[in-house]
């Protein structure tokens, strides 16, 4: 890996980088219209949804949270692997990392943005969100501060505004590399991008301050953004979410379902752009090696919660983790760990994680493994509560199933857009690798 990428030369990284900006093609256009077309049913859905009410959708009595927070504790979860590696492993030097960093950070940015539609569809009359924002108004009403929706909004809106701003703050030097080859509008475009960016010592200097204080901000924000998402059920008393465990076990199986998605992006994306000589199998490779790891550590969390139940002696405890074994959501949670624990451990062999497709398949198995998992933490405790008499059964409907659809069609639909008309791939913090590994 490491040797493909040090025999590129500055001015081929650079030729490879900007040829993905040059005209779309027609496929392009035409894969942009079908991802268009998907993401207009969301909005049309969910118009739907407004003017019927929430009953077009599967959640009833006693199963008031569905589909709609288990794609937002999934997108939230997709987004933490973009801060992961960008900032985490910025700060050890990790050289894997540079060709996948910026389309991580775009994919945290975007995962965020879809995150923060389904708290607004899961409440019903979007046009009371206002009174959510702790912003004075003329009632002089302040949201409940307790409320687990308004934790969702400070851990969407800080996490969205760091990732924004370090995202960005990376772009600055290679928007200068596109505007001193542009003409016209394109190149106003990105001089104002580019902030006047010209290269002096000074400004690499501010530049290298300010990008290593947005990754050491952006570092805690992996774990506490998605710690105060688990709070929203772990501050509750229902079986099976009240346990300081959720923390931890949140976050990592967010960083777990966001690595998955990485190979689920990179491996068309170095198809599609020519970026086999950046984005290599070596860089894949070791994304494969960091997902066995998160996924030994929630198959870990998986029996600390059974262990948990069962030393407790609380057999309403023991009752609910039982029934998510064996009673009627049983399927689904050994999908949930087969995925999650099993499949991921063929990463061990060298063949399986050095082989594209196989990269591909066991990445999307692991984003499969990993939305089940919410599955049945959420439905799997709301489902089953205390008294018997109070027992339910959840079914998404199509409903839930085409807002899901069209989330995911306007996720790739932003990403395609960005990869086509910003640099996907940081041509800055390639050429530093290049330079490092050839004077070393």
Known sequence: MSNQMSQLTFEE???????????PTPGYWRIMALLFTGALVLFGTWGYQIVNGLGVAGMNTPVHWGTYLINFVFWVGIAHSGTLISAILFLFRVGWRNPIARAAET?????????????????????VIFYMLP???????????????????????????????????????????????????????????????TGKSGQWLNYSRAY??????????????????????????????????????????????????????????RKIFGYERIITIGVLESVAKTIVFTG?????????????????????EQESFWWRAFGTYAPEYWIMVICN???????????????????????????????????????????????????????????EFAIMFGAFCLFFFLFLLFAKHLPSVSMTEMKEHVHHRSHS
């Open 296 to 316: 030994l550590i929630v198959g870990f969390a998986y029996g600390t919660e059974l262990f948990i139940a069962w030393y407790s002696g609380n057999s309403i």
């Open 107 to 127: 994919m945290t940015v975007f995962a965020v943005m879809i995150a923060g539609i389904y708290p607004m569809i899961h409440v019903g009359r979007i046009w």
């Open 212 to 269: 290593l204080l947005f990754a050491s901000l952006a570092t805690p924000l992996v774990i506490s953004v998605h710690s105060v998402v688990s709070w929203d059920f772990a501050l509750g008393v229902t079986p099976g979410w009240h346990t300081t465990i959720f923390a931890p076990y949140f976050v990592a199986g967010a960083i777990h379902s966001g690595l998955a998605m990485v190979i689920t992006l990179m491996i068309p994306l």
């Open 341 to 399: 624990t099993v499949i991921p451990l063929l990463f061990l062999i060298k063949k399986i994680r050095t082989h594209i497709v196989a990269l591909f398949v066991i990445s999307i198995f692991v984003n499969i493994g990993m939305w089940m998992e919410r599955f049945v933490i959420i439905i799997g405790s709301v489902a089953h509560d205390f008294l018997p008499n109070a027992w339910g059964f959840f079914a998404p409907t199509m409903f």
């Open 135 to 197: 912003l004075p108004n003329q009632r002089f009403l302040w949201p409940n501060f307790q409320s687990p929706l308004i934790f969702d909004i400070v851990a969407i809106s800080t996490y969205f505004t760091v990732s924004t701003l370090f995202w960005f703050t990376g772009m600055i030097p290679d928007f200068a590399i596109i505007r001193d080859r542009s003409e016209g509008v394109r190149k106003k475009i990105f001089s104002a991008l580019a902030l006047g960016w």
């Open 13 to 23: 990284i650079n030729t490879t980088v900007l040829k993905t900006l040059e005209r």
